[in-house]
């Protein structure tokens, strides 16, 4: 393959992975993008594995990172690959072995963007140096990039599990003194879940990658307990319920319906139908097929 066909397409996997992580890590919500493709197929194919699908959130999680890393690393391992060996030294001061070509400039290229920087190989051309520090400095971004990614996405998670684990014990709690919500004059309660449904779809926009998180206990999965959230609100709306019932019950559906919304647009590929089929199909999905 001729040289300048080989950094051709090393810059065009360069060029072409660069918006998958710039839409990955700043416009999440866009449709199409690599962790969107990645957790559509890992939760579609660990349903039909009931046990491993609480794996595929922190599975999709993972492969997006490596497929970062391995795109970029391939691309400058063919930018390199036009100049290797002669335009490479040895820590020693002698050229590289010629042969494998590729898999040196692989393992050279993973060495840099991977910041390990044994010095082993070097290059000795200036243009190639450059873009040595270039791949360095992406690798370094990438880096710093999932980490952050990471810790951000953590207490997202840990708010929809709050949500769920919350309607949860209300539910408990009517089971236990045999009385709704809705008519313990605790308006307080239905403000929260208000709150609590508006971070999480918060949350859902700028971390989508939490709805392909699946736990094992269905108290603290969000697309089990929504239901329940629903009948709350239905309840605190009856005419007869007090006004601060009646206020906070209509806040709790409203966000319930901006919820509802942003999980057809997205999520469940549907169209706007009624909130309580949206809220079906999402429960449906988050069970694993036997």
């Given amino acids: 393959m001729p040289n300048w066909l080989t950094t051709a397409l090393g810059i065009g996997i360069i060029a072409g992975t660069l918006p998958e992580v710039f839409f990955d890590l700043f416009h999440p919500s866009r449709r199409g993008t690599l962790s969107d493709g990645v957790g559509r197929g890992l939760f579609a194919l660990l349903r039909r594995r009931p046990r491993m699908l609480p794996m595929a959130g922190p599975l999709t999680l993972a492969l997006v990172i490596a497929i970062w890393v391995v795109l970029f690393a391939c691309g400058f391992a063919l930018i390199y690959y036009g100049g290797f060996p002669r335009n490479f030294q040895t820590s020693t001061g002698t050229r590289p072995p010629g042969s494998p070509h590729l898999l ?58 709050l949500l769920a684990r919350g309607i949860s014990i209300l539910v408990n709690a009517e089971e236990k003194i045999t009385l709704r ?110």
């Fill in 104 to 161: 040196s400039c692989l393992y050279f290229s993973l060495e840099v963007i991977t910041t390990l920087g044994m010095g082993d190989i070097t290059p000795t051309a200036i243009g190639l140096r450059l873009v040595a520090t270039a791949e360095a400095f992406i690798g370094f971004g990438l880096l710093t990039a999932s980490v952050s990614w990471i810790v951000l996405l953590y207490p997202a998670l840990a708010r929809m599990r």
């Fill in 181 to 290: 919500l809705a008519d313990s004059e605790s308006e307080v309660f239905l403000a929260e879940l208000a709150r609590d449904v508006v971070r999480t779809r918060v949350d859902l926009v700028h971390f989508p990658l939490i709805y392909y998180f699946a736990p094992a206990d269905s108290r603290a999965s969000v697309a089990h307990q929504i239901g329940h959230a629903e009948r709350f609100a239905r309840e605190g709306l009856e005419a007869e319920q007090p006004v601060a019932i009646r206020m906070a019950a209509a806040a709790l559906d409203s966000a319930l319906d901006d919820l509802a919304e942003i999980l057809a647009r997205q999520f469940l590929g549907c169209e706007r139908d009624s909130r309580s089929s949206i809220f079906g199909r999402y429960a449906e999905a988050h069970v694993a097929a036997e």
